[in-house]
């Protein structure tokens, strides 16, 4: 047997079960991959696909006894992980094959300084303390790109940005020159920017080392770039694999078609500037005071939103790009007034900017906005019916039961949704589903403007187009104002027919959406776009770190 | 438009339980001993609220002249059967014999109320429990001894007597009875209070929170049990007078994790989204927030109830507690303490207590893995 020849690992015919209450759920089904020396495989598919179960089982991460495995081997160097001990699976967890994770505010430790995270596991597999040990962590922390690591080893996590802490996660999972790295959408949690970032250093660290990866991910764009192989999953069962040129060139499975086929589509309204002006702001901050000292005076102040003018007219979308922390919800909320602002907002002819929230409420079914995350956005005590209903007992009081009915199965039509679903609860639905539950809450007050809070980023491809689509279609029909808050450039595009570029709670770049995409004129705006359409780190933007 | 990601419909179906709500019922009957506790603690629960139609002085009914007669309910003067007390003593002979004279009665299975006293103890109370004495023994009190007509099941003391001589097995039903009855209602009104300033600290946050939050810490900090002697030295005891008194102290409980709750569940995304739609500060806290609460709540209760069950037994035991005479688990065991050489007074409300409280802490077992979430049974 030689190296050329025998994959790294080869999984056979592996399953993963669920026991729950009684029942027996399988999550993954008999699937088989191989992963060569050197070679980066990806598992693309949507979530529930069973892409994570699947790599979380080569390492027996899954809760067991819950958690079982019908059938399957997985061989990683000839050994088979399935049938092996706990002690021989400790001895190549961390050390011959490692995992980074999706989220890098939850998998480092919050106590630890960053230099006890890296050395915990030196000192586990391979013994090394002291002196040794922390040349060693200055050596990984600069290969991962962290400035200055000297003046880094005693920070803790809190002090670092989501792109530094995953570069950590990501120096822990080399500590002991790993084999196989299993990378568990390692970027979805980051900006587009620092997503750029990673991706260059995990090839850069794949080349160094001629490490192999696992790389799990739903979005086809990285695979394209990054990946040499790739395994379509989709409801437990790997339905096509092969070269990444193959598989999106000659798709053969119809499910990878439908994949490759659900990019966000289609062209945004017509700029008109003579439609009447729903939402107007001037001049809007939201600072927060920083307070110190026995008296607690302001010593100064964080400029979440500073001096951001805007105008949006019926019918028109307004986008509002941005990396995370640049101010584009904390904008979104201020023109909703859920915070206080500085600066004069006016919507459908009244100046609301001091309005108290009472005051207000009068307001609040020609105001509407949908969140970003539909899992968290709905009761789930309270059936679909009754949360679509109770902005109307607040705003139409007078409407009897069966009236506020039937308005609740019409605004489950206008989004697209059986209005027998409104005695159902929201965790019987889909991510989409609970999204367009979501948009007819607020669509059922038959708004005026509708503040978009990323209504797409927590859901898949497929399901994203879907919505784009529907968000799109409901403007047309009731010419809707839309404030579009994304960090989805792609999604963007596809709705958006006017925008603002924000970093710093300040506005970089303005003006019509087409233009801003073909020609951008700020250096900061054209690394986002770099970013987001092709992936790649530009340093001239001046992108934090 | 083919955007619809299909669903397949279910005709609703009018259940009075929402999922979530049917999952942890289902929960809390795969906990079999939590589910088999709260049985047997509910059979129990609703006998002794039935006590006075298992062990009482006074016939369930009687039969009278041609008149039925229900003297557990009603009050009827002796002069009815031509005695001249204001209440009816059932028990003495000379009444006993009228009314069989002139119809029949019904007894309940124990002919003692919680202050009857019996005068018919073979030898200075406390007496022991009748089945470890032969009949001459304990019919020996009876002007016809063991041939005595009144030397009958229903008259014998099945846990003995106490140093009053009145009958263990009555004061026992009678004092589980209050006992459960004060930690309900103690339970109950401590978990209103600490429930809304913990809602109203938690919701509003900022100063409201602050504030309450030092007078809860100075309040909690006071010495209960000195308080209450004080009080107690005062006041009249008695069951409003000490539930009062107590509930001063037990809402405090509530608060932390009612507030933790509010806390924590007031910026989620769905009371965000509430607020957005205009609606009201207080129906968000009672339609959306308090759910959420409710759940560490009701884990709390069985804990919280048994807790005030001890407190009462031991202010009782104390002497601070129900005014005497009164039925009380904590009188009892005072009364072994006195009296080591009656062993059924101590063993009796050991028992009594230890059940009692065995079973609640396994209701609340149950019910803490049925609110749950990842628990799961196979």
Redesign the interface.
Known sequence: MSDAVTPLLSVRDLSVAF????RESLAVDRISFDIGRGEIVALVGESGSGKSVSAASVLKLLPYP?ASHPSGQILFDGRDLMTASEPELRSVRGNDITMIFQEPMTSLNPLHSIERQISEILALHQGLQGASARARVLELLHQVGIREPEKRLTAFPHELSGGQRQRVMIAMALANRPKLLIADEPTTALDVTVQAQILELLGRLKSEHGMSMLFITHDLGIVRKFADRVCVMTKGKIVEAGPVEDIFERPQHAYTKKLLASEPRGEPPLLDETKPIVMQGEDIRVWFPIKAGFLRRTVDHVKAVDGVDLTLRAGQTLGVVGESGSGKTTLGLAL?R?ISSKGRISFIGKDIDAFSYSE???L??RL??V???PF????????VGEIIA??LK??EKQLTAEERDSRVAWALEEV???P??R???P????G??RQRI?IA?AMV?KPRFVMLDEPTSALDMT?QA?VV??LR?LQAKHDLAYLFISHDLKVVKALANELIVMRGGKVVEKGPAAEVFAAPKADYTRALMAAAFKLEAVEAGGIRQ | ?S???T?T????KKGWL???NR?RL?NFKANRRGFWSFWIFMVLFVLSLFAEFIANDKPVIAFYKGEILFPVVVDYPEEKFGGFLAVTDYRSPFISDEINANGWMVWPPIRYSYRTVNSEVPHSAPTAPFWLMDKETRCAAYPLGAEDPNCVLGNMNWLGTDDQARDVMARMIYGFRISILFGLALTLASAAIGVTAGAVQGYFGGWTDLLMQRFIEIWSSMPVLYILLIIAAILPPGFFVLLGIMLLFSWVGFVGIVRAEFLRARN???V?????????NWTIMF??LL?NAMVATLTFLPFILSGSITTLTSLDFLGFGMPPGSPSLGELIAQGKRNLQAPWLGLTAFFTMSIMLSLLIFVGEAVRDAFDPRK???
Do not use: C
């Open positions: 026991h729950q209450g009684g819950s909703s859920l207000m409420r009068p609040r079914d509407q906005i969140f970003q995350d968290g956005s709905l009761s789930p005590r309270m059936s109770e902005g607040v705003h697209g949704l059986d027998a679903t005695w159902r609860y965790h019987e639905f889909s989409g589903q979501a809450r007050l399901v879907q689509d529907l279609d | 438009m955007l619809v990601e669903t419909i279910i005709p609703p929402n999922p979530t999952r289902e989620f995304e769905y965000n989204a509430a607020r957005a739609l205009g609606v009201g339609r959306h759910p799961t049974f196979r």
